[in-house]
């Protein structure tokens, strides 16, 4: 059925701009539409009739059609071509770089977004804002607060986001980073200790209780039976086993519960420089 309207759409338009060197309505209804790959295919195979003039135009419906579909690649390389004089270019630039940052392209994203050299207050902010992104992203925190201070707080349409980049960055300076080694370490002098470090309490308790239940049973059987006797032995391997799982449960509970947190952190300001881009330019 889509297919069937999109030869409906382009038999109408084609008659109704049949006059009309410019099909840029028709690619911009397309778009519109949602039709993505079929903006793409009409372009790419050069089966429109189109000025010169207006190839920024369709650099920017290819690159925006792209960017719907996720193709972050090919949509940054079309925006990228859409030139100043354009009334696109902003726009273009801006989420070229969006895109740059989402694919952790962070220099070029920087050189994107900082070179535009915004006049109008508005996209000046949204620029400092985006900055402070890329540094957040980087780790770069005392920089990146720096460049958030410079973001204008009347401006009132991303004062949200930036209240939130504000939160984040007080986190990540009172965040203490837990060290995989010293939960092994701690896990080894006395078990479960590095399961309680990392903030699994319960477990680190049942393994404290097991390693010691078991370590003591073997103790006993040892004494009174010999270390070559089979119930020393017996009891001796599920000690070492659960000794040795421990250490080992402590540093992977500690690098997961670490990268976690980065994971959060860092996909929620990806969502936060993502917001102004769509509520100023849609």
């Known amino acids: 059925m889509k297919y069937i309207n999109l030869i409906f ?19 911009e209804h397309l778009i519109n539409k949602g039709y993505y790959n079929e903006v793409i295919h009409l372009i790419d195979n050069d089966s429109l009739n189109y000025g010169h ?5 369709l650099n920017y419906y290819k690159g925006w059609a792209h ?15 859409v ?7 902003l726009k273009s630039r801006l989420f070229a770089g969006y895109n740059q940052i989402f694919l952790e392209n962070y220099e070029d994203a920087r050189k994107t ?18 900055l402070s992104g890329i540094d957040m992203l980087q780790g ?18 991303i004062n949200q986001q930036v209240a939130t980049l504000g939160q984040i960055i007080k986190e990540q300076e009172t965040h ?20 309680i470090y990392a903030g699994h309490t319960g ?21 009174k039976l010999g270390i070559g006797h089979v119930k020393t032995m017996f009891f001796g391997s599920i000690f070492v086993a659960t000794y040795a799982s421990n250490i080992y449960g402590s540093v992977i509970s500690v690098r997961i519960i670490e990268n976690d947190y980065k994971d959060a952190q860092h996909n929620q300001i990806l969502f936060q420089l993502h917001i102004p881009l769509r509520n100023i330019f849609e």
Request: aromatic share 10%; charged share 20%.
């Open 9 to 27: 759409f382009i038999l109408m338009f084609r008659l109704g701009f049949s006059q009309n060197k410019s099909e840029l309505p028709f690619i």
């Open 53 to 57: 003039d207006q190839l920024d135009s």
């Open 67 to 81: 960017y719907s579909l996720k193709n972050l690649e090919q949509s940054t390389t079309s925006l990228l071509n």
């Open 83 to 89: 030139g100043k004089e354009s009334p696109f270019y």
């Open 113 to 130: 977004i900082g070179h535009m050299n915004a006049q109008n207050e508005p996209i000046h902010t949204l620029v400092n804002f985006e």
């Open 140 to 157: 770069n925190w005392s920089k990146a607060k720096e460049q958030l201070q410079r973001v204008n707080p009347d401006f009132a349409t």
């Open 176 to 195: 203490r980073t837990k060290s995989p080694l010293i939960a092994g370490l701690m896990s080894c002098i006395i078990p479960g200790s590095g399961k």
């Open 203 to 223: 477990e680190g308790i049942a393994s404290m209780i097991a390693t010691t239940g078991f370590g003591l049973i073997t103790w006993e059987n040892y004494r």
